[in-house]
């Protein structure tokens, strides 16, 4: 089995030293991990449930349960588009056959130049202003194909 | 002089451009030489009407302009709002609004108002009166207030929140907890969101009340993951609270300790029953209990915990400031006190009212919400998020209390509302109730992990024209089974949406060509 690069394991080895004494602190750590690496590499398993002192069953039960832990590097940008019915009532599965045209790829994937990661989401808070996206953290409201598109190019000047 | 000017940080008016406004009314301030000191507050609610900038006035009147855009700044400045200046945009002092006059903020009474990383704004605004007032009782006075005032759980299972903290307070253990579900998955529910990012401090003194009435010393606020801005108004208020020593060892120079932390779900529905998120806020895969033993007897890590809704929490500390009668004053038949209903989908003024219990659906759509958005008719709504039945058009003068709703077999859950036009596809809507249900079954019980993947594809042979009538009956039979069978209201209730669909929009699921 591939094992982490240098820097990546000395990352989750600090971040297991920070959250074991804690009480229940898989979540928190797994969540930490993907902060810093930007998604849980399978390869972490095993030593971080060495470092909690979990079977390696239990981690990988825990990080495939969550919607929101991933197994894959994402793209540098991610758009979550909500599927949920106050956005689908204002038209999110339009948004999102535009978003999945838009940037060739379908949800849960990533753009061939490693730049989007396309993910459903179900539900945002923002149900008073479908449809919702959040990119990156930032939350949009009454999103259109053509502020989509908008929101696309600004990323590319700025970036 | 300078003038105080608002513009929220709320997630919802930062996602129609809130924050640009902010950053061009500074910008533009200093380019004119203008005093303006601006306050991030929580939104008040009127989304349509978001970003909403609000100027308070030398009469303590503050008068809103809104929706504002970057490019609508300078004309601002150019009208001379800050002195309540004649503007296209101006929509007068915000609480004369028709949309909020007939409003009866109770738990919402400070969001929007004040600045929620502030403690000396929320004391100035009544906040930590229920906790002083509860410091000077017994913790069982506190909880026979909570009972009187008929406060019942807001998260959707509308279980007498007294009733659960006598449970805990009568626990003998070394150590109890107060665990607030923050997990507001369903879709049409923002009303835990806006009162986490609009006033915080509410929700952790209705937490520290909750647990000086059961004995408890930790809190948890267990928050999902796609709230970032919560978390971070949460995070402010808490590292604010410790600071002033509302929370920690000594709350309030009472001697009395609690401890409160924010803990981060990780995208999973299930997560908002409360036994899974306990197993969750343990660390381990949101997997439902089984009952007994109740969470009051046996919870978190196997010691007496009281699980509470945000706004079932953040309606304490009104309670106990303003006396358990005046709240349950409020309300119509067993639903006491005010409900945070949340207007979402297709709906022209679409947002949070707050009301006592006993409103019609039809003057809330109409009068509140002013219609659809599309501007068609109305066909349908949702009440109570994904598991909610669908309630139809002529059932609209239905009043909205948790009784009246089960007299037509819906119910209000969280008090969100979906609303629907008439292009929707009802079969489509049923289909996403179970592939939803699929999506998110934790997976223990078979009649949701199963039942809700032969659901979809009961659905899909129905639409796709095979055998039309017996295939109608298999879904009936297969939501049964589901109701009947689930260990959790995920499986229990998935089906509502779909029995709902079957029963008063039937025409929907014919066969359709492909």
Known sequence: MKTLAAQELATVRRIIEECKGRPGPLIELLHAIQAELGFIPPEAVPVVAEGLNLSRAEVHGVVTFYHFFRRARPGRSTVSLCQAEACQSMGAAALSEHARQRLGVGFHETTADGRYTLEPVYCLGNCACSPAAMIDGELYGRLTPERFDALLAEDATSS | ?514
């Open chain 2, 1 to 514: 002089m300078s003038r105080l000017v608002y513009v929220p940080r709320d997630a919802g008016a930062l996602s129609l451009g809130a924050e640009a406004v902010a950053q061009s009314l500074r910008a533009e301030a200093r380019r004119r030489g203008v005093a303006l000191e601006l306050v991030r507050n929580g939104s008040r609610g009127a989304y349509w009407l978001e970003p909403l900038l609000e100027v308070a006035g030398e009469d303590g009147v503050r008068r809103a302009y809104g929706p504002v855009s970057v490019r609508d700044v300078p004309s601002l400045f150019q009208a001379d709002f800050l002195a309540g200046g004649a503007h296209p945009l101006a929509l007068g002092p915000t609480e004369e609004l028709p949309w909020f006059r007939g409003q009866q903020r109770l738990t919402f009474e400070r969001v929007g108002r004040i600045d929620p990383a502030s403690v000396a704004d929320y004391v100035r605004h009544g906040g930590y009166a229920g906790l002083t007032r509860a410091l000077g009782l017994a913790p069982g006075e506190i909880v026979a207030a909570v009972t009187t005032s008929g406060l019942r759980g807001r998260g959707g299972a509308a279980f007498p929140t007294g009733i659960k903290w006598k449970t805990v307070s009568e626990q003998a253990a070394r150590q109890k907890y107060i665990a607030c579900n923050a997990d507001e998955g369903d879709s049409g529910t923002f009303a835990d969101r806006m009162l986490m990012e609009g006033d915080p401090f509410a929700l952790i003194e209705g937490m520290t009340i909750a647990a000086l009435a059961v004995g408890a010393t930790q809190g948890y606020i267990y928050l999902r993951a796609e709230y970032p801005h919560a978390r971070r108004a949460l995070e402010t208020a808490l590292a604010a609270a410790y600071q002033a020593h509302y929370l920690g060892a000594d709350v309030a120079g009472s001697g009395r300790r609690f401890d409160l932390e924010v803990r981060l779900g990780a995208g999973a529905y299930i997560c908002g029953e409360e036994t899974s998120m306990l197993e969750s806020l343990e660390g381990r895969r949101g997997e439902v209990r089984v009952r007994p033993p109740l969470p009051a007897i046996k919870g978190l890590y196997g010691q007496p915990t009281v699980v509470n809704n945000v706004i079932t929490l953040a309606s304490v500390p009104w309670i106990l400031a303003h006396g358990a009668q005046a709240y349950a004053d409020y309300g119509s038949g067993r639903s006491r006190g005010t409900l945070p209903i949340q207007l979402a989908g297709n709906i022209r003024r679409g947002g949070l009212v707050e009301r006592a219990f006993g409103l019609s659906l039809r003057e809330l759509l109409y009068d509140y919400g002013g219609g659809s958005a599309s501007g068609r008719p109305i066909r349908t709504v949702q009440i109570g998020g994904p598991l909610g039945a669908y309630v139809p058009a002529g059932q609209f003068d239905t009043l909205l209390d948790y009784e009246a709703l089960a007299g037509i077999g819906a119910m209000l859950g969280h008090g969100g509302i979906v609303v629907f036009d008439d292009t929707v596809d009802m079969a489509r809507m049923a289909r996403y109730a179970m592939e939803f249900c699929a999506l998110e079954s934790c997976g223990k019980c078979t009649p949701c992990r199963i039942g809700s993947t032969r659901g979809v594809e009961v659905i899909d042979r129905i639409l796709a024209g095979e055998d039309g009538e017996r295939n109608l009956k298999l879904l009936e039979a297969l939501c049964d089974t589901m109701v009947q069978g689930s260990l959790c209201g995920l499986g229990g209730m998935a089906p509502f949406p779909v029995q709902s669909a079957l029963k008063h929009f039937r025409e929907d699921f014919r066969a359709q060509v492909r």
